[in-house]
């Protein structure tokens, strides 16, 4: 048991507290408390409290274990979202393929109806 006591003792009366931990289980405190003028009309008070410490470290090692899920979570969280970006890297690759494949494509068919008109144009003059 981890303790302190504070005792006080004067002419009108006295005072002693005691608090501390008893097992590392529980917060203890007791204060009594004595009020005379003389022996024969002494008032007597006591006033303590105990508490249980176990329920600080069940809520702390809860703490500890939610923030380990809130880690992890976080954890995959990030690697999906890698995996994401990774494959919407790859799609936007896709589209400037296609984009530059559609261009290609459209420059060879004006090409091809500039040469038709041409052609066209060259038959009727004959």
Same mark, same amino acid.
Do not use: P, W
């Given at each position: 048991?981890?303790?302190?006591? *504070?005792? $006080?003792? #004067?002419?009108?009366?006295?005072?002693?507290?005691? /608090?501390?931990?008893?097992?590392?289980?529980? @917060?203890?405190?007791?204060? +009594?408390?004595?009020?005379?003028?003389?022996?024969?009309? =002494?008032?007597?008070?006591? #006033?303590?409290?105990?508490?249980?410490? &176990?329920?600080?470290?069940? =809520?702390?090692?809860?703490? %500890? $274990? +939610?923030? /380990?899920?809130? #880690?992890? =979570? $976080? /954890?995959?969280? *990030?690697?999906? %979202?890698?995996?994401?970006?990774?494959? @919407?890297? !790859?799609?936007?690759?896709?589209?400037? @393929?296609?984009?530059?494949?559609?261009?290609?494509? &459209? #420059?060879?068919?004006?090409?091809?109806? !500039?040469? &038709? %008109?041409?052609?066209?144009?060259?038959?009727?003059?004959?």
């Amino acid at each position: 048991m981890t303790h302190s006591a *504070d005792i $006080k003792i #004067d002419h009108s009366g006295m005072r002693v507290s005691l /608090s501390g931990q008893i097992f590392l289980i529980f @917060q203890a405190s007791v204060t +009594l408390t004595s009020s005379y003028n003389s022996l024969n009309s =002494a008032n007597l008070m006591v #006033d303590g409290y105990i508490k249980s410490t &176990e329920f600080n470290g069940l =809520a702390r090692a809860i703490k %500890q $274990k +939610l923030q /380990s899920f809130g #880690d992890a =979570a $976080k /954890s995959a969280i *990030d690697k999906e %979202q890698r995996k994401v970006d990774g494959a @919407q890297n !790859k799609v936007n690759g896709l589209k400037r @393929q296609v984009a530059s494949k559609k261009k290609a494509f &459209e #420059d060879a068919s004006r090409a091809i109806r !500039k040469q &038709e %008109q041409k052609n066209c144009s060259s038959q009727k003059r004959r």
